[in-house]
Protein backbone atom coordinates (compact mmCIF):
# COMPACT_ATOMS: atom_id res chain seq x y z
CA UNK A 1 0.00 0.00 0.00
CA UNK A 2 1.09 3.90 -0.74
CA UNK A 3 2.12 6.04 2.25
CA UNK A 4 0.08 8.90 1.61
CA UNK A 5 -0.62 11.99 3.68
CA UNK A 6 -3.94 10.33 4.60
CA UNK A 7 -2.87 6.91 5.81
CA UNK A 8 0.66 7.81 7.36
CA UNK A 9 -0.01 8.04 10.87
CA UNK A 10 -0.52 3.78 10.86
CA UNK A 11 2.81 3.47 9.70
CA UNK A 12 4.61 6.65 11.71
CA UNK A 13 3.65 4.73 14.70
CA UNK A 14 5.40 1.70 13.59
CA UNK A 15 8.04 3.22 12.38
CA UNK A 16 8.54 5.08 15.46
CA UNK A 17 8.40 1.75 17.40
CA UNK A 18 10.59 0.23 14.63
CA UNK A 19 8.09 -2.30 14.17
CA UNK A 20 8.11 -1.62 9.97
CA UNK A 21 9.66 -4.25 7.45
CA UNK A 22 12.98 -2.77 5.73
CA UNK A 23 11.30 -2.29 2.98
CA UNK A 24 8.37 -0.46 4.21
CA UNK A 25 10.67 1.44 6.39
CA UNK A 26 12.12 2.61 3.16
CA UNK A 27 9.35 3.49 1.53
CA UNK A 28 8.46 5.29 4.90
CA UNK A 29 11.87 7.44 4.65
CA UNK A 30 11.45 8.27 1.32
CA UNK A 31 7.69 9.39 2.12
CA UNK A 32 8.75 11.73 5.09
CA UNK A 33 11.66 13.21 2.97
CA UNK A 34 8.94 14.81 0.81
CA UNK A 35 7.24 15.89 3.16
CA UNK A 36 9.05 17.91 5.53
CA UNK A 37 6.36 19.29 7.73
CA UNK A 38 5.83 15.48 8.65
CA UNK A 39 9.28 14.52 9.94
CA UNK A 40 9.21 17.54 11.98
CA UNK A 41 5.93 16.11 13.45
CA UNK A 42 7.73 12.59 13.96
CA UNK A 43 10.66 14.42 15.53
CA UNK A 44 11.54 13.84 19.19
CA UNK A 45 8.60 11.34 19.46
CA UNK A 46 10.38 8.42 19.30
CA UNK A 47 11.33 9.53 23.16
CA UNK A 48 7.61 9.90 24.09
CA UNK A 49 7.59 5.97 25.91
CA UNK A 50 6.68 5.48 29.16
CA UNK A 51 8.33 3.18 31.24
CA UNK A 52 7.15 1.35 34.51
CA UNK A 53 8.62 1.54 37.43
CA UNK A 54 9.59 -1.02 38.65
CA UNK A 55 10.40 -0.16 42.05
CA UNK A 56 6.17 0.45 42.65
CA UNK A 57 5.11 -2.76 44.32
CA UNK A 58 1.76 -3.74 45.42
CA UNK A 59 2.43 -3.68 49.12
CA UNK A 60 -0.64 -5.55 50.12
CA UNK A 61 0.18 -8.32 48.00
CA UNK A 62 -0.69 -10.99 50.81
CA UNK A 63 -4.10 -9.90 51.39
CA UNK A 64 -5.06 -11.15 47.80
CA UNK A 65 -3.92 -14.46 48.05
CA UNK A 66 -6.50 -17.30 49.02
CA UNK A 67 -6.38 -20.31 51.64
CA UNK A 68 -8.02 -23.18 50.06
CA UNK A 69 -9.78 -23.59 53.38
CA UNK A 70 -11.37 -20.30 52.40
CA UNK A 71 -12.69 -21.98 49.45
CA UNK A 72 -14.30 -24.16 51.39
CA UNK A 73 -16.10 -21.74 53.10
CA UNK A 74 -17.53 -20.35 49.73
CA UNK A 75 -18.38 -23.46 49.06
CA UNK A 76 -20.31 -24.32 51.59
CA UNK A 77 -22.89 -21.24 51.00
CA UNK A 78 -23.44 -23.18 47.81
CA UNK A 79 -25.13 -25.76 49.57
CA UNK A 80 -29.17 -26.12 48.25
CA UNK A 81 -29.30 -29.39 47.85
CA UNK A 82 -29.37 -30.74 51.16
CA UNK A 83 -33.26 -29.50 51.93
CA UNK A 84 -33.30 -32.34 54.18
CA UNK A 85 -30.49 -30.92 56.64
CA UNK A 86 -32.48 -27.81 57.25
CA UNK A 87 -34.93 -29.62 59.69
CA UNK A 88 -31.50 -31.21 61.33
CA UNK A 89 -30.05 -27.75 61.90
CA UNK A 90 -33.46 -26.71 63.37
CA UNK A 91 -32.81 -29.19 65.94
CA UNK A 92 -29.06 -28.73 66.20
CA UNK A 93 -29.34 -24.98 66.90
CA UNK A 94 -32.03 -26.05 69.95
CA UNK A 95 -29.65 -28.32 70.70
CA UNK A 96 -26.76 -25.83 71.68
CA UNK A 97 -28.95 -23.54 73.46
CA UNK A 98 -29.83 -26.87 75.39
CA UNK A 99 -25.87 -27.44 76.42
CA UNK A 100 -25.95 -23.51 76.83
CA UNK A 101 -28.48 -23.14 79.77
CA UNK A 102 -28.24 -26.52 80.94
CA UNK A 103 -27.60 -26.72 84.53
CA UNK A 104 -24.30 -28.09 85.35
CA UNK A 105 -25.50 -30.07 88.52
CA UNK A 106 -26.00 -33.46 87.37
CA UNK A 107 -26.81 -35.14 91.15
CA UNK A 108 -29.30 -37.00 88.93
CA UNK A 109 -26.99 -39.18 87.01
CA UNK A 110 -28.53 -41.89 86.34
CA UNK A 111 -25.85 -45.15 85.22
CA UNK A 112 -22.94 -45.00 84.35
CA UNK A 113 -20.75 -44.50 81.36
CA UNK A 114 -21.29 -47.15 78.49
CA UNK A 115 -18.79 -48.13 75.97
CA UNK A 116 -20.99 -49.38 72.47
CA UNK A 117 -20.37 -49.55 69.17
CA UNK A 118 -22.56 -47.71 66.96
CA UNK A 119 -24.79 -50.62 65.63
CA UNK A 120 -25.75 -50.48 69.08
CA UNK A 121 -27.20 -46.86 69.01
CA UNK A 122 -30.03 -46.81 70.76
CA UNK A 123 -32.05 -44.89 68.31
CA UNK A 124 -35.32 -45.94 67.13
CA UNK A 125 -35.10 -44.21 63.66
CA UNK A 126 -32.02 -42.73 62.11
CA UNK A 127 -31.28 -40.79 59.29
CA UNK A 128 -28.05 -39.74 57.64
CA UNK A 129 -27.08 -36.91 55.85
CA UNK A 130 -23.81 -36.81 54.01
CA UNK A 131 -22.17 -33.33 53.21
CA UNK A 132 -19.78 -33.86 50.43
CA UNK A 133 -16.22 -33.95 50.69
CA UNK A 134 -15.08 -30.25 49.04
CA UNK A 135 -11.41 -30.79 49.06
CA UNK A 136 -10.04 -32.01 45.77
CA UNK A 137 -7.92 -34.94 46.13
CA UNK A 138 -4.36 -33.80 45.19
CA UNK A 139 -4.99 -30.86 48.29
CA UNK A 140 -5.20 -34.00 50.93
CA UNK A 141 -2.26 -33.74 53.17
CA UNK A 142 -3.81 -36.15 55.21
CA UNK A 143 -0.81 -38.66 56.81
CA UNK A 144 -0.32 -42.07 56.55
CA UNK A 145 -2.13 -43.06 59.83
CA UNK A 146 -4.79 -41.05 59.33
CA UNK A 147 -5.81 -42.32 55.69
CA UNK A 148 -8.60 -44.75 56.91
CA UNK A 149 -9.87 -42.24 59.96
CA UNK A 150 -13.84 -42.20 59.27
CA UNK A 151 -15.13 -38.85 58.92
CA UNK A 152 -16.63 -37.01 62.14
CA UNK A 153 -20.47 -36.87 62.85
CA UNK A 154 -22.75 -34.45 64.39
CA UNK A 155 -25.43 -36.61 65.96
CA UNK A 156 -28.36 -35.29 66.98
CA UNK A 157 -30.52 -36.83 69.48
CA UNK A 158 -34.81 -36.27 69.40
CA UNK A 159 -36.57 -37.26 72.25
CA UNK A 160 -39.79 -37.30 70.80
CA UNK A 161 -41.95 -37.33 74.24
CA UNK A 162 -39.80 -35.55 76.27
CA UNK A 163 -39.98 -31.98 77.07
CA UNK A 164 -37.52 -29.46 77.13
CA UNK A 165 -35.22 -29.09 79.82
CA UNK A 166 -35.84 -25.17 81.56
CA UNK A 167 -32.16 -25.06 82.93
CA UNK A 168 -29.63 -22.75 82.56
CA UNK A 169 -25.78 -23.45 82.99
CA UNK A 170 -23.94 -22.12 86.04
CA UNK A 171 -20.72 -23.66 84.67
CA UNK A 172 -19.42 -21.34 82.13
CA UNK A 173 -16.69 -22.92 79.96
CA UNK A 174 -13.60 -21.06 81.34
CA UNK A 175 -12.55 -19.93 78.04
CA UNK A 176 -15.13 -19.78 75.23
CA UNK A 177 -13.46 -17.20 72.94
CA UNK A 178 -10.39 -19.54 72.88
CA UNK A 179 -12.08 -23.04 71.70
CA UNK A 180 -13.86 -22.84 68.20
CA UNK A 181 -15.87 -25.38 69.23
CA UNK A 182 -17.24 -23.32 72.38
CA UNK A 183 -20.26 -21.04 71.68
CA UNK A 184 -18.70 -17.49 72.51
CA UNK A 185 -21.95 -15.89 73.93
CA UNK A 186 -25.38 -17.69 74.52
CA UNK A 187 -26.96 -18.98 71.45
CA UNK A 188 -30.70 -18.21 70.78
CA UNK A 189 -33.27 -20.50 72.02
CA UNK A 190 -35.43 -22.80 69.15
CA UNK A 191 -37.05 -24.99 70.08
CA UNK A 192 -40.13 -27.04 68.81
CA UNK A 193 -43.22 -28.42 70.36
CA UNK A 194 -42.10 -30.90 72.98
CA UNK A 195 -38.47 -32.16 71.24
CA UNK A 196 -35.99 -31.72 72.40
CA UNK A 197 -32.49 -32.08 70.96
CA UNK A 198 -29.41 -32.98 72.15
CA UNK A 199 -26.32 -31.99 69.82
CA UNK A 200 -22.77 -34.02 70.22
CA UNK A 201 -19.97 -32.76 68.19
CA UNK A 202 -17.03 -35.01 67.79
CA UNK A 203 -13.84 -33.58 66.06
CA UNK A 204 -10.80 -35.64 64.88
CA UNK A 205 -8.50 -32.70 65.15
CA UNK A 206 -8.42 -32.02 68.80
CA UNK A 207 -6.65 -34.43 71.37
CA UNK A 208 -9.69 -33.25 74.30
CA UNK A 209 -12.59 -33.40 72.05
CA UNK A 210 -14.09 -36.25 73.91
CA UNK A 211 -13.15 -34.75 77.13
CA UNK A 212 -14.60 -31.73 76.22
CA UNK A 213 -18.16 -33.59 74.64
CA UNK A 214 -17.97 -35.10 78.34
CA UNK A 215 -17.74 -31.91 79.67
CA UNK A 216 -20.21 -30.92 78.05
CA UNK A 217 -22.86 -33.41 78.28
CA UNK A 218 -21.65 -32.68 81.90
CA UNK A 219 -22.94 -29.78 81.88
CA UNK A 220 -26.57 -30.94 81.09
CA UNK A 221 -29.30 -31.83 83.74
CA UNK A 222 -30.43 -35.32 82.42
CA UNK A 223 -34.06 -35.70 82.07
CA UNK A 224 -35.75 -38.95 82.22
CA UNK A 225 -35.49 -40.78 79.16
CA UNK A 226 -32.63 -38.53 77.99
CA UNK A 227 -30.20 -39.76 76.00
CA UNK A 228 -26.74 -38.31 75.93
CA UNK A 229 -24.45 -39.38 73.23
CA UNK A 230 -20.87 -38.84 72.34
CA UNK A 231 -19.79 -40.09 69.16
CA UNK A 232 -15.76 -40.10 68.71
CA UNK A 233 -14.37 -41.48 65.35
CA UNK A 234 -10.61 -40.84 67.57
CA UNK A 235 -9.55 -44.58 66.69
CA UNK A 236 -9.21 -45.26 62.55
CA UNK A 237 -12.71 -47.62 61.48
CA UNK A 238 -13.71 -47.52 64.87
CA UNK A 239 -16.20 -45.50 66.43
CA UNK A 240 -16.87 -44.75 70.41
CA UNK A 241 -20.21 -44.11 71.28
CA UNK A 242 -20.30 -43.13 75.03
CA UNK A 243 -23.64 -43.36 76.41
CA UNK A 244 -25.66 -42.63 79.86
CA UNK A 245 -29.31 -42.49 80.67
CA UNK A 246 -30.01 -44.64 77.87
CA UNK A 247 -33.45 -44.76 77.11
CA UNK A 248 -33.83 -46.41 73.89
CA UNK A 249 -37.69 -45.82 73.40
CA UNK A 250 -38.86 -42.85 71.41
CA UNK A 251 -36.07 -41.78 69.97
CA UNK A 252 -35.03 -40.51 66.61
CA UNK A 253 -31.22 -39.85 66.04
CA UNK A 254 -30.49 -38.00 63.38
CA UNK A 255 -26.75 -37.97 62.48
CA UNK A 256 -24.93 -35.51 59.82
CA UNK A 257 -21.85 -36.62 58.42
CA UNK A 258 -19.72 -34.48 57.56
CA UNK A 259 -15.82 -35.11 55.65
CA UNK A 260 -12.96 -34.74 57.65
CA UNK A 261 -10.99 -32.35 56.52
CA UNK A 262 -13.98 -29.71 55.98
CA UNK A 263 -14.73 -30.43 59.73
CA UNK A 264 -11.14 -29.88 60.51
CA UNK A 265 -10.28 -27.00 58.79
CA UNK A 266 -13.57 -24.72 57.84
CA UNK A 267 -16.56 -26.01 60.06
CA UNK A 268 -14.47 -25.55 63.38
CA UNK A 269 -13.21 -22.02 62.16
CA UNK A 270 -17.47 -21.17 61.52
CA UNK A 271 -17.82 -21.32 65.01
CA UNK A 272 -21.05 -22.44 66.77
CA UNK A 273 -22.41 -18.68 66.54
CA UNK A 274 -21.43 -18.73 62.60
CA UNK A 275 -23.66 -22.15 62.14
CA UNK A 276 -26.29 -20.02 63.83
CA UNK A 277 -26.09 -17.16 61.88
CA UNK A 278 -24.64 -18.23 58.64
CA UNK A 279 -25.18 -21.43 58.07
CA UNK A 280 -28.58 -22.13 59.38
CA UNK A 281 -30.21 -19.16 57.79
CA UNK A 282 -28.44 -20.22 54.71
CA UNK A 283 -29.65 -23.30 54.43
CA UNK A 284 -33.27 -22.57 55.72
CA UNK A 285 -33.39 -18.95 53.25
CA UNK A 286 -33.50 -21.53 50.57
CA UNK B 1 -9.06 -21.92 37.37
CA UNK B 2 -8.06 -23.51 40.69
CA UNK B 3 -7.23 -21.84 44.09
CA UNK B 4 -3.23 -22.40 43.46
CA UNK B 5 -3.77 -20.81 39.83
CA UNK B 6 -5.38 -17.68 41.44
CA UNK B 7 -2.74 -17.22 43.85
CA UNK B 8 0.03 -17.64 41.29
CA UNK B 9 -1.75 -14.59 39.18
CA UNK B 10 -1.86 -12.65 42.18
CA UNK B 11 2.10 -13.69 42.49
CA UNK B 12 2.56 -12.85 38.61
CA UNK B 13 0.28 -9.86 38.43
CA UNK B 14 -0.56 -7.40 41.49
CA UNK B 15 2.33 -5.55 41.43
CA UNK B 16 2.13 -4.42 37.17
CA UNK B 17 -1.95 -4.08 37.57
CA UNK B 18 -1.45 -1.57 40.20
CA UNK B 19 1.46 0.07 39.04
CA UNK B 20 -1.20 0.17 35.69
CA UNK B 21 -3.63 1.56 38.35
CA UNK B 22 -1.50 4.17 39.88
CA UNK B 23 -0.90 5.53 36.65
CA UNK B 24 -4.11 5.49 35.23
CA UNK B 25 -5.19 6.93 38.71
CA UNK B 26 -2.63 8.99 39.84
CA UNK B 27 -3.52 7.78 43.28
CA UNK B 28 -2.23 5.30 45.07
CA UNK B 29 -5.41 4.52 47.37
CA UNK B 30 -7.60 4.42 44.26
CA UNK B 31 -5.32 2.35 42.71
CA UNK B 32 -5.27 -0.09 45.76
CA UNK B 33 -8.93 0.04 46.05
CA UNK B 34 -8.95 -0.97 41.97
CA UNK B 35 -6.52 -3.73 42.65
CA UNK B 36 -8.85 -5.56 45.57
CA UNK B 37 -11.48 -5.18 43.20
CA UNK B 38 -9.95 -6.86 40.54
CA UNK B 39 -8.79 -9.43 42.24
CA UNK B 40 -11.70 -10.43 43.90
CA UNK B 41 -14.27 -10.52 41.08
CA UNK B 42 -11.00 -12.85 39.32
CA UNK B 43 -11.62 -14.87 42.63
CA UNK B 44 -15.51 -15.01 42.52
CA UNK B 45 -15.51 -16.00 38.61
CA UNK B 46 -12.45 -18.03 38.78
CA UNK B 47 -14.40 -20.99 37.77
CA UNK B 48 -15.19 -19.52 34.03
CA UNK B 49 -11.64 -18.14 33.63
CA UNK B 50 -8.76 -19.93 32.48
CA UNK B 51 -5.50 -18.72 34.17
CA UNK B 52 -4.24 -17.86 30.37
CA UNK B 53 -6.61 -15.07 30.12
CA UNK B 54 -6.62 -13.84 33.82
CA UNK B 55 -4.22 -10.92 32.85
CA UNK B 56 -6.45 -9.63 30.04
CA UNK B 57 -9.36 -9.82 32.50
CA UNK B 58 -7.91 -8.28 35.36
CA UNK B 59 -6.67 -5.19 34.07
CA UNK B 60 -9.84 -4.51 31.86
CA UNK B 61 -11.58 -5.31 35.13
CA UNK B 62 -9.76 -2.57 36.51
CA UNK B 63 -10.34 -0.06 33.73
CA UNK B 64 -13.46 -0.52 33.76
CA UNK B 65 -13.90 -0.25 37.46
CA UNK B 66 -11.71 3.23 37.00
CA UNK B 67 -14.36 4.12 34.61
CA UNK B 68 -17.35 3.68 36.83
CA UNK B 69 -15.36 5.19 39.30
CA UNK B 70 -15.09 8.51 37.21
CA UNK B 71 -18.30 8.29 35.71
CA UNK B 72 -19.94 8.54 39.37
CA UNK B 73 -17.13 10.98 40.35
CA UNK B 74 -18.01 13.20 37.73
CA UNK B 75 -21.34 13.53 38.21
CA UNK B 76 -20.79 14.08 41.53
CA UNK B 77 -18.36 16.73 40.63
CA UNK B 78 -21.12 18.38 38.27
CA UNK B 79 -23.71 18.33 41.32
CA UNK B 80 -21.46 19.77 43.29
CA UNK B 81 -20.62 22.33 40.96
CA UNK B 82 -23.85 23.40 40.32
CA UNK B 83 -24.60 23.52 43.76
CA UNK B 84 -21.80 25.88 44.66
CA UNK B 85 -21.51 27.73 41.31
CA UNK B 86 -18.35 27.80 41.17
CA UNK B 87 -17.09 29.17 44.05
CA UNK B 88 -14.80 26.64 44.67
CA UNK B 89 -11.91 26.16 42.57
CA UNK B 90 -10.19 22.70 41.99
CA UNK B 91 -7.03 22.34 42.55
CA UNK B 92 -5.38 19.28 40.69
CA UNK B 93 -3.09 17.89 42.64
CA UNK B 94 -0.17 16.42 40.77
CA UNK B 95 1.53 13.43 43.25
CA UNK B 96 3.96 12.46 40.44
CA UNK B 97 7.13 14.84 39.77
CA UNK B 98 7.81 12.33 36.64
CA UNK B 99 6.80 15.02 33.65
CA UNK B 100 5.92 12.31 31.77
CA UNK B 101 3.47 10.88 33.85
CA UNK B 102 2.03 14.52 34.51
CA UNK B 103 1.51 14.98 30.71
CA UNK B 104 -0.95 11.82 31.15
CA UNK B 105 -3.14 14.02 32.97
CA UNK B 106 -3.98 15.41 29.03
CA UNK B 107 -4.85 12.33 28.21
CA UNK B 108 -8.22 10.65 28.16
CA UNK B 109 -8.96 7.38 30.33
CA UNK B 110 -9.10 5.07 27.29
CA UNK B 111 -6.13 7.21 25.81
CA UNK B 112 -4.35 6.33 28.93
CA UNK B 113 -5.15 2.38 28.85
CA UNK B 114 -4.18 2.05 25.26
CA UNK B 115 -0.89 3.54 26.18
CA UNK B 116 0.02 2.35 29.50
CA UNK B 117 -1.02 -1.33 27.53
CA UNK B 118 1.72 -0.93 24.79
CA UNK B 119 4.14 1.00 27.03
CA UNK B 120 4.02 -0.86 30.58
CA UNK B 121 2.72 -4.41 29.85
CA UNK B 122 4.19 -4.88 26.14
CA UNK B 123 1.15 -6.00 24.12
CA UNK B 124 1.13 -6.08 20.70
CA UNK B 125 -0.75 -4.14 18.22
CA UNK B 126 -3.24 -7.75 17.63
CA UNK B 127 -3.47 -8.12 21.52
CA UNK B 128 -4.49 -4.23 21.70
CA UNK B 129 -7.32 -4.94 19.18
CA UNK B 130 -8.31 -8.10 21.29
CA UNK B 131 -8.59 -5.87 24.36
CA UNK B 132 -10.00 -2.70 23.27
CA UNK B 133 -12.14 -4.08 20.37
CA UNK B 134 -10.74 -1.81 18.06
CA UNK B 135 -9.50 -2.50 14.62
CA UNK B 136 -5.66 -2.46 13.96
CA UNK B 137 -5.72 0.50 12.00
CA UNK B 138 -7.56 2.01 14.74
CA UNK B 139 -5.02 1.16 17.12
CA UNK B 140 -1.64 1.96 15.37
CA UNK B 141 -3.19 5.46 14.37
CA UNK B 142 -4.55 6.24 18.10
CA UNK B 143 -1.72 5.50 19.76
CA UNK B 144 0.30 7.74 17.07
CA UNK B 145 -1.99 10.38 18.29
CA UNK B 146 -1.37 10.10 22.16
CA UNK B 147 2.23 10.04 21.54
CA UNK B 148 1.69 13.30 19.69
CA UNK B 149 -0.57 14.90 22.25
CA UNK B 150 2.01 14.04 24.96
CA UNK B 151 5.04 15.11 23.15
CA UNK B 152 2.90 18.98 22.87
CA UNK B 153 2.26 18.24 26.45
CA UNK B 154 5.75 18.20 27.50
CA UNK B 155 6.26 20.67 25.28
CA UNK B 156 3.98 22.89 26.98
CA UNK B 157 5.06 21.67 30.52
CA UNK B 158 8.34 22.57 30.14
CA UNK B 159 7.82 25.89 28.66
CA UNK B 160 5.95 26.80 31.76
CA UNK B 161 8.71 25.49 33.71
CA UNK B 162 11.00 27.78 31.73
CA UNK B 163 8.68 30.60 32.68
CA UNK B 164 8.86 29.99 36.18
CA UNK B 165 12.54 29.85 36.28
Given at each position: ?66 EHKKRQV?LL ?38 T?LPE ?8 IISIPSVRAEKDRKTPETEKNTPDSEWI ?24 PF ?18 ILAGEKYDHEESYA ?16 IESPSAPKQYKTI ?12 KIRIPEELLSETWTD ?17 | ?TAP ?161
Amino acid sequence: MKITKKNYEEYALEYLEKELSAEMTLAFEEFLSSHPEIREELAGLREVTLFPDMAVKYSRKASLYREHKKRQVFLLAGWSRFGAAAAVLLLLSAAIFLWWNSDTETGQTEGAWVTELPENKPSAESEIISIPSVRAEKDRKTPETEKNTPDSEWIVTENIRETPAETGSDEQPEDPETDPFLPSRPIELTRKGEQQVEWILAGEKYDHEESYARDLVSQVQPLPGQTYRIESPSAPKQYKTISRSVSSADQKVYKIRIPEELLSETWTDLSLNNVKNKLIPEIFNR
Amino acid sequence: MTAPEYNECVEMFADPLFRYCVTMTQNEMDADDLVQISFERLWENREKIDQKAAKNWLFRTAYRAMIDTFRKQKRIDRYRNDQEEGVLEVEKEMEHSDLLKQALTALTPEQKNLILMRDYEGYSYKELCELTGMSMSNVKVSLFRIRKVLKEKLLEMDFTEFKKN
